[in-house]
């Protein structure tokens, strides 16, 4: 997902609750930026806070 399509989620998604359903990888001009972006809402994670969000979901 791009930057710009994420800041597009956010700015439609508001400050509603989201349990981030799944995330993407967000680029940047083609490139992968190392940080992922949730398809629902738009919120970006690092790729340590990804992992965090991952490992919660399994615990
Ligand atoms: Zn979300």
């Known amino acids: 997902m791009k930057q710009k399509r994420a800041q597009e989620l956010r700015d ?3 400050d509603a609750p ?3 359903p ?3 990888k967000l680029y940047d001009l083609g490139a992968h930026t ?3 972006a949730c398809v629902a809402c738009g919120h970006v994670f690092s790729f340590r ?3 965090e ?3 919660t979901r399994r615990g």
């Open 22 to 24: 799944q995330l993407a």
């Open 12 to 14: 439609a998604w508001g």
């Open 34 to 36: 190392g940080s992922y």
């Open 49 to 51: 806070e990804k992992a």
């Open 18 to 20: 989201c349990e981030h």
């Open 53 to 55: 969000l991952v490992a």
